[in-house]
């Protein structure tokens, strides 16, 4: 069963990557004396450690599930089965999205557990000026930018046909993105958005559903032109 494989493919990565997500929180409350540091500082702990983790693990998940599939050998062995192509582009992403949705969920409890434990909470209310403000729209903010980065780098890698090749180019993309958006924001006052950003004068709703649906689009993207590769 090739959900069985891909699994099994990347199940020791998975293990990583979940230990990863579980250490941090528990390693700075364990260093730091009695607690103080996660007092003073736990809400913007918990934030940057699960933006950081979550982003990590999306481009690296990408990476290890494309290229495991779709090296010119393995994709010429995986396409001779009579499956179509779009079956093998979408189980190998969706078993790597599992994946990262389960790392995220992971390093959301252990440390919402954690600042429990010393009696903190995982929002900060300093105000909308503070520059320790953690409100739950910044860790939405951060997964809908993973799931971005995931399906555009998965999506790169399949068509390269090399991981390094798809990481490259999705991290230049990106970059790209947002260096066109500062210049025009600062020759013309045009503001382009970038993920996971506002579009627009959508509802903030709505726009984070349209960065997912683009990212879907970006997986579509691959599996037409894996399909028109080898036909």
């Known amino acids: 069963m090739y959900l069985w494989k891909c699994w099994r493919d990347t199940r020791w990565f998975f293990v990583v990557f979940l230990a990863i997500a579980a250490l941090p929180m528990p390693m700075a409350a364990f260093a730091s004396h009695f607690g103080t540091v996660i007092r003073d500082a736990g809400p913007m702990a918990f934030q940057n450690t699960f933006m950081m983790v979550v982003t990590a ?106 991981g390094l090749k798809g990481l490259g180019a999705s991290l ?15 020759r013309w006052k045009i503001h382009l958005p970038v993920p996971p950003q506002q579009i627009g004068h959508l509802p903030l709703a709505l726009s984070e559903c349209a960065w997912v649906m683009l990212a879907l689009l970006f997986v579509l993207a691959a599996q037409l032109v894996v399909e028109r590769a080898e036909t």
């Open 172 to 186: 230049g993309l990106l970059a790209g993105m947002v260096g066109a958006s500062v210049a025009l924001q600062m």
């Open 57 to 162: 693990v999306a481009y690296a998940l990408a990476t290890i599930c494309a290229i495991q599939e779709f090296t010119d050998k393995t994709a010429h062995f995986l396409f001779t089965k009579p499956r179509s192509r779009g079956y093998f582009v979408w189980t190998s992403w969706i078993v790597g999205f599992t994946e990262l949705l389960i790392v995220a969920a992971v390093n959301l409890f252990v440390g919402w557990r954690v600042l429990a434990h010393y009696g903190v909470s995982a929002f900060s209310d300093g105000g909308p000026q503070s520059w320790n403000l953690v409100s739950p729209q910044s860790f939405i903010e951060a997964a809908i930018y993973a799931c971005f980065a995931y399906a555009l780098t998965f999506a790169l890698a399949a068509i390269l046909r090399s």
